[in-house]
């Protein structure tokens, strides 16, 4: 059977499926049910309440189709893996954050993302300091089904570990930064947070301002400001064109060495090699980011537009722990910051 088929009815009778309908309408829902594996116990029966594990698979969902509309190479894979009757096991997300004295109405660093994915379900499941890239990695992980709910890697870049004319440059850019949720959505999170769970219209509300918040908060950056945390910074430096978007989607395969070989040989611009944890256990690799068309003000606020690197797509594999049949989530700083040279600007 084509594991890309699905029920429509079945979209139409479960909480996840109306909720999607609602708020992205009937043909992109019907393209995520078709694209992403999602497990039976998100499938429950509509009712009058979205559970915090539900809101945050629609979330989920949403944002790694966004991710694909931003790197056609990872487009094209997943058409292929669709047309072989295979769907995408969505592993996790990964963003990045600015941690300065300045971001305007946007939490500084992690902050801005711990205030929605904590009411979600989410918890720090381990902590993975950059130190090469002077930044920390936290990987959130859902509390109620933490292999099938996927994960976040949020990275805070730590402005004071760099130059003077680094932090000058960088707070002037995130230091007007906006934020994406207003005071409707503030209340709504404390109400997930104290009740796991929502009435479906505001679950609605709240779910497109949830999808807004990975996105590009601050104003277009001044060309020279770019490439001064340029040279001190190829992640600071897709921050500033970038801004909070989902830096990559991960698909979970079972044998990333042997699939990118075959990636390799289909001409996909794929990593050379592929990252392997200390245990083994936790194999990576990546295509390149796609390049994309940034606009920067030049010194007297003209808009000027240069090409740089966007986001990318990414592969995992994960064994299961050492007597345990449950999965290894874990990530590896060694892994991550190989994969972050993914958006080194070419």
């Known amino acids: 059977m084509d594991r890309t088929s699905f029920d429509t009815t079945a979209i139409e009778t479960t909480q996840l499926g109306q ?23 998100l499938l429950g029966p509509t009712s009058n309440q979205v559970s915090r594990a539900v809101l945050a698979q629609a979330m989920n969902m949403m944002l790694f189709a966004q991710n694909l509309s931003a790197v056609p190479e990872g487009a094209r ?42 009411p979600l379900g989410f918890a720090v499941a381990h902590v993975y300091p950059l130190k090469k890239l002077k930044m920390t990695g936290r990987a959130y992980c859902h509390l109620d089904l933490p292999e099938v709910i ?37 209340s709504l999170l404390v109400q997930l947070a104290s009740q796991k769970e929502l009435s479906f219209d505001d679950a609605a509300v709240l779910l497109p301002a949830l999808v807004g918040c990975f996105d590009v908060q601050h104003e ?54 592929v990252e392997i944890s200390g245990s083994g256990a936790v194999r990576q690799t990546a295509l390149k980011a796609a390049m994309v068309q940034r606009v920067f003000l030049d010194e007297k606020n003209h808009p000027i537009t240069r ?24 990530f ?13 600007a070419s």
């Not at 592969?315 to 345990?324: N, Q, V």
């Open 150 to 186: 996927s994960q976040f890697f949020v990275s805070e870049l730590h402005v004071d570990q760099f130059s003077i004319n680094f932090q000058v440059a960088a707070e002037r850019i995130v230091h007007k930064s906006r934020d994406p949720l207003g005071p409707q959505h503030h």
């Open 19 to 41: 909720l999607l309908l609602r708020v992205a309408g009937t043909a992109k829902t019907q393209q995520l049910f078709a694209m992403i594996e999602v497990d039976p116990r």
């Open 77 to 118: 894979y997943v058409a292929e893996k669709l047309a072989a009757g295979c769907k995408v096991v969505f592993d996790h997300g990964a963003l990045r954050t600015v941690d300065a004295a300045r971001t305007g109405a946007l939490p500084h660093g992690q902050q801005a993302f711990k205030r929605i994915l904590e």
């Open 332 to 344: 590896d700083a060694s892994n991550a910051q190989g994969i972050f040279k993914m958006t080194a």
């Open 307 to 330: 090409t740089v690197p966007g986001s990318f797509y990414e592969f995992i594999s994960r064994d299961k722990l050492p007597d345990s049949e449950q999965l290894d989530l874990r």
């Open 220 to 273: 277009a950056p001044h060309l020279v400001d770019y490439e001064t945390v340029l040279a001190e910074s190829a992640e600071m430096a897709w921050i500033s064109t970038e801004g909070n978007r989902f830096n990559h989607a991960t698909d979970r395969v079972p044998h990333v060495i042997e699939l990118a070989d075959e990636l390799r040989a289909k001409g996909y611009p794929i990593k050379d090699s």
